[in-house]
T-cell receptor, first 113, second 115 residues
Framework: GNSVTQMEGPVTLSEEAFLTINCTYTATGYPSLFWYVQYPGEGLQLLLKATKADDKGSNKGFEATYRKETTSFHLEKGSVQVSDSAVYFCALISNTGGFKTIFGAGTRLFVKA | KAGVTQTPRYLIKTRGQQVTLSCSPISGHRSVSWYQQTPGQGLQFLFEYFSETQRNKGNFPGRFSGRQFSNSRSEMNVSTLELGDSALYLC??????????????FGDGTRLSIL
C-alpha cells in the first residue's frame, strides 16, 4: 500500500542553520505530495505542495521538489528561525489507495537562538 | 474567513463512557475528514464525509462512528471508551472530496483523555 517515510527526529539546529528533513514515499499511480506543519497546541497547516514530478513547492522560505526517480520530497530551508520550531509532516494523496491522505510520522524541529 | 472549528478543545472521560466530538468546516467546504493523533501511532485516518455520505474509512473498530449534516458540520462518536482512545482528534475540511487532490485545512483538535 501507499506509505510515507520521514527522517526521525528530533532535529535540533541553531538559528540561521540550513534545514533538510528527508521524506520518501511509496505509491502507485501519480500522487500529489504535501508538507504540513504543526505548531504546539494547534492543528496541522499546509506548508507547501507539489502535484507532479519535478514540481517545486515553496512557501515562507521552505522548498521541496517532487523527485519521481528517487520517490522523494525533501523539505529544505536555507536559514531557520526560532519560530520554525514545530512538527513537520510529509503527506501524499494518490489516485490509488482510495485517495486517503497518508501522513508520515512527523519530524520535530527545535531551533535554538 | 473562519477556519475549521472543533469543540470541545479538551475532554476528560472514564472508561466505558461515550463521547461526541464536533467539527464545523470552513464555509463552503463540503468534505470533512477525521484523524486520530497519538505519540505512538502518529496521524491515523478515521473517516471522510462528503455531502453527508461516508466516502472513506480507516482501520478503526466499529466503536468509532461519524456523521455529517446538511450544513457540512460533522460529528464523531466513540462508544465504550478505552484507555487507548486517549488522543488528539483532528478534523480537516476541503472544498471537494479527497479525489480532487485538494489540501486539507485542519482544526486545532479535541484532546480526549480517558481515565
Amino acid at each position: 500500500g501507499n506509505s510515507v517515510t520521514q527522517m526521525e527526529g528530533p532535529v535540533t539546529l541553531s538559528e540561521e542553520a540550513f534545514l533538510t528533513i528527508n521524506c520518501t514515499y511509496t505509491a502507485t499511480g501519480y500522487p500529489s505530495l504535501f508538507w504540513y506543519v504543526q505548531y504546539p497546541g494547534e492543528g496541522l497547516q499546509l506548508l507547501l505542495k507539489a502535484t507532479k514530478a519535478d514540481d517545486k513547492g515553496s512557501n515562507k522560505g521552505f522548498e521541496a521538489t517532487y523527485r519521481k526517480e528517487t520517490t522523494s520530497f525533501h523539505l529544505e530551508k536555507g536559514s531557520v528561525q526560532v519560530s520554525d520550531s514545530a512538527v513537520y509532516f510529509c503527506a501524499l494523496i494518490s489516485n490509488t489507495g482510495g485517495f486517503k491522505t497518508i501522513f508520515g510520522a512527523g519530524t520535530r524541529l527545535f531551533v535554538k537562538a | 474567513k473562519a477556519g475549521v472549528t472543533q469543540t470541545p478543545r479538551y475532554l476528560i472521560k472514564t472508561r466505558g463512557q461515550q463521547v461526541t466530538l464536533s467539527c464545523s468546516p470552513i464555509s463552503g467546504h463540503r468534505s470533512v475528514s477525521w484523524y486520530q493523533q497519538t505519540p505512538g501511532q502518529g496521524l491515523q485516518f478515521l473517516f471522510e464525509y462528503f455531502s453527508e455520505t461516508q466516502r472513506n474509512k480507516g482501520n478503526f473498530p466499529g466503536r468509532f462512528s461519524g456523521r455529517q449534516f446538511s450544513n457540512s458540520r460533522s460529528e464523531m462518536n466513540v462508544s465504550t471508551l478505552e484507555l487507548g482512545d486517549s488522543a488528539l482528534y483532528l478534523c480537516a475540511s476541503s472544498p471537494g472530496p479527497s479525489d480532487s487532490n485538494q489540501p486539507q485545512h485542519f482544526g486545532d483538535g479535541t484532546r480526549l483523555s480517558i481515565l
